[in-house]
């Protein structure tokens, strides 16, 4: 299957203190807001997850997906939390700047063994940051995304045999590596024992392609007995560009998106209004209060 043109956009995680996770993102890890965009149901590919109401969606990084790894945010109107599982590591990026700024805001960052100049960062939610105080050539600081499989036999059949992922070579032993490009963040697998578990956390990782090679890429994987969490769909964001998409799910059920290139790109242009909107929307939701009147918010642990 050909997924020349294919390019790594952003991992979702969901959120349940947007204010505190915005905060973080923002102060500590130096990220910009990027896009901010409030829905009234749910997504129709289940962006959000499995729930049908209010939810806003919140892209953050250090640059446009054009050449940046992002993160989007998906926080769920009324819910406080996620269980975490064992599917996802988390996000390693290069900047002594984070570690400075964590440092500066009594944050502890934890030196992480057997990876020299490493240290992670835990962020609202329970997610994990792990920053590199080494310098890179490459423009963007976000470097890899770590997740997990129980077999990695199975994980390197799938994404580099299916999807067209190349194969990165001198990974230690329990360690599995694959890209696009070497300009793009890495998608790394470790394997552990027994079965990986999303549990209400788990989140996605995004990938564009030309459009046109969408509904090749899910007759694929049907033909091959995998899982098609959504197939071909448009996707409507109220006042800008329609994207077509494909979600997917890996042997692990790990969700994959493949968004159409063209449509996403007009898509994801930086907004100059995003960290305002993103204020406005932090000030005018009153769900805490509301939800303290009514026995509390809704938790997925």
């Known amino acids: 299957m050909s997924t020349s043109g294919s390019r790594a956009l952003h991992y979702v995680y969901k959120i349940g ?32 997850g499995p729930y049908d109401g209010k939810w806003s969606k919140t892209m953050i990084g250090y640059g446009c997906e054009d050449d940046h790894f992002v993160c989007e945010l998906t926080y769920n109107y009324g819910i406080s939390d996620y269980k975490q599982g064992n599917s996802f590591f988390g996000l390693y990026l290069n900047s002594a700047e984070v570690l400075a700024r964590a440092a500066a805001a009594g944050i502890s960052a934890t030196p992480v063994p057997g990876e ?35 077999d990695l036999s199975a994980t390197s059949a799938y994404w580099a045999g299916l999807l067209g992922l190349r194969s990165l070579s001198g990974c230690p032993d329990g360690v599995a590596r694959f890209s696009f490009s070497d300009d793009q963040a890495t998608l790394e697998f470790r394997q ?35 899982t098609i969490l959504t197939p071909f769909i448009s996707l409507d964001t109220p006042g800008k560009a329609t994207v077509q998409v494909v979600i997917l799910a890996d042997p692990d059920g790990h969700e994959i998106c493949f968004v159409g290139d063209e449509g996403f790109r007009e898509l994801s242009q930086v907004d100059p209004a995003a960290d305002a909107l993103l204020s406005k929307a932090l ?19």
């Open 17 to 48: 203190d947007r204010t505190a996770t915005a905060k973080f993102y923002k102060d500590i890890l130096g990220m910009k807001v990027l896009r901010h965009e409030e829905f009234t149901s749910g997504c129709d590919a289940a962006c959000n």
């Open 283 to 301: 000030q005018e939701d009153q769900s805490d209060s509301w939800f303290a009147e009514h026995g509390g918010k809704q938790s997925e642990n």
């Open 116 to 150: 020299d100049g490493v240290k992670m960062l835990d962020a609202p939610g329970g997610y994990k940051f792990f920053v590199n105080e080494g310098k890179s050539a490459r423009k963007d600081p976000v470097y890899k995304i770590a997740l997990a499989s129980s």
């Open 192 to 226: 552990i024992d027994g079965k990986v578990d999303h549990a209400k956390a788990g989140g996605r990782v995004a990938f564009s392609c030309p459009s046109s090679q969408l509904k090749s890429i899910e007759e694929k994987v049907k033909d091959a007995g995998h």
